[in-house]
């Protein structure tokens, strides 16, 4: 005998909304990698890992360092998000301010020369050095008695 199926009838799905138009670059810090997108015509909030940039940043210092790039360059008005993973809360907002600094150039290349002179265009390369074998750390030897 046959089984009857019961048939479910979907709703039609309303069309999405159109995404803003946005610019991404990504920034590096240490370990620490920030995908940041700027939304030039977006209201002016500063998201990250979908938290507001208070909540992420307690620190006046840290918040101060994630926007350095939008003061520098008086857009104030734009809207950022960023997804930030990995390394320490000042790796992950220098790696922010690197991000918005280079997404600031794709929108207009204006900005470069400014950002370039602060030095917010620059991938920092210093990273920690790795422990050697026979060396307690990378560098720190073990005590040495010549006696």
Request: net charge positive; proline share 8%.
């Amino acid at each position: 005998m046959p089984v009857a199926k019961k048939t479910e009838k979907k709703e039609p799905v309303a069309p999405k909304a159109k995404p803003e138009k946005y610019l991404e670059a990504v920034g590096r810090r240490k370990t620490a990698i920030a995908r940041v997108r700027l939304f030039p015509k977006g209201e002016p909030t500063f998201r990250i890992n979908s938290k507001d940039l208070t909540a992420y940043f307690p620190s006046p210092d840290l918040q101060k360092i994630a926007k350095e790039g939008l003061a520098l360059v008086e857009c104030d008005k734009f809207g950022a998000e960023a997804r930030v993973r990995g390394g320490g809360s000042h790796a992950q907002a220098e790696a922010i301010r690197h991000g918005v600094a280079r997404s600031l150039v794709l929108f207009d290349p204006e900005f470069r020369k400014k950002l370039k002179k602060a030095g917010f265009l620059k991938r920092d390369p210093r990273v920690k050095e790795r422990k050697k074998p026979g060396l307690k750390r990378a560098r720190r030897a073990p005590q040495w008695a010549k006696r």
